[in-house]
């Protein structure tokens, strides 16, 4: 069973809004922290948005700040990432990440969704 599954990706215009979410499978998911990162083509993976595990704290990139709001619902085991103003730098493929403490490096990240593409056109 895939612990992390990523939805919503998808093709938006310039300007545009686009939410991503986050199924995850794994017992306590209030346990964990939960953040997106993204890789662009050629680039690496970098951190875009982290929320603590009871969802008071948040942190964002500078590139998301403004612009995109992480949320969770432990209820659901889902997270949330809305996106609004995208621009074509946007263009990633969109990771969910889980870790034991809120993190903007990869390295403590326990477990990686697959990923889900998002496309910004100018």
């Known amino acids: 069973q895939v612990p992390l599954v990523e939805s919503g990706g998808g093709l938006v215009q310039a300007g545009g809004s686009l939410t991503v979410s986050c199924a995850a499978s794994?017992?306590?998911?209030?346990?964990?922290?939960m953040a997106w990162f993204r890789q662009a083509p050629g680039k690496e993976r970098e951190f875009v948005a982290a929320i603590s595990r009871g969802g008071s704290s948040t942190d964002y990139a500078d590139s998301a700040k403004e612009r995109f709001t992480i949320s969770r619902d432990n209820d659901k085991n889902t997270v949330h990432l809305q996106m609004t103003n995208l621009q074509p730098d946007d263009t990633a493929i969109y990771y969910c990440?889980?870790?034991?403490?809120?993190?903007?490096?990869?390295?403590?990240?326990?477990?990686w969704g697959q990923g889900t593409q998002v496309t910004v056109s100018s």
């Open positions: 990440a889980q870790s034991t403490v809120m993190t903007r490096g990869t390295l403590r990240v326990k477990a």
């Open positions: 794994v017992r306590h998911f209030n346990a964990y922290a």
